[in-house]
């Protein structure tokens, strides 16, 4: 539907209304990302850590606007880092960031957190980063979600650790809009 103009059902004629990140999706803007380690273990090694990195693009190139979401089968800490000063390292691996409007053509503007740096992928990872700003640092006891307009060219990770083997949960849902600053 073009902008500014209101849509009335024919039916009911009641006002024709889509949500902010419905829209996004219509229009090939809505990307997301979720990832499941079925037992991460209880936070004694690396290997009981699951983690999601990133880097933002340039301001010039996009503005994200990103829902953070954590959940976990057992007692478990969340949390999310902006702009690292240590710690982690290059990742496990990348995974593929899915566009929502299925058959688009557009790309999500994100960069990895790989030893290549790939746009369009988030890397995963059982390594901590360490130092930057914790926006998020909390105890999990359902799912947990938390949105924020990101900063531009910063790497963020999102993390969970258990002390308990149980299965954990990240997801990421974000709008690439053309810079607003």
């Known amino acids: ?8 059902d024919n039916a009911t004629r009641a006002n024709v209304n889509i949500d902010f990140m419905k829209s996004h999706a219509n229009n090939g803007n809505f990307y997301e990302l979720s990832y499941l380690v079925a037992d991460i273990g209880a936070a004694t090694t690396p290997s009981d ?3 999601l990195s990133f880097t933002t693009p340039a301001a010039t190139t996009a503005t994200i606007f990103m829902t953070f979401a954590a959940q ?3 007692a478990a800490r969340w949390r999310v880092i902006e702009g690292k000063t240590g710690g982690g390292g290059t990742g496990t691996g990348d995974l593929t960031i899915y566009n929502a409007k299925r058959g ?3 790309t999500s503007s994100l960069i990895s957190h790989a030893g290549t740096p790939a746009t369009g992928k988030i890397t995963y990872d059982n390594d901590l980063f360490t ?4 926006i998020i640092d909390l105890t999990l006891g359902e799912v947990r979600e938390a949105y924020f307009r990101l900063a531009a060219s910063t790497l963020y990770q999102s993390s969970i650790y ?3 083997n149980t299965a954990g949960s990240l997801r990421l849902s974000w709008i690439e809009m053309l810079s607003l600053e």
Do not use: D, K
């Open 1 to 8: 539907m073009p902008s500014g103009i209101v849509q009335i």
């Open 131 to 134: 130092g930057g700003t914790s």
């Open 72 to 74: 976990a089968a057992a």
């Open 104 to 106: 688009s053509a557009n």
């Open 162 to 164: 258990l002390t308990a």
């Open 49 to 51: 850590i699951m983690s």
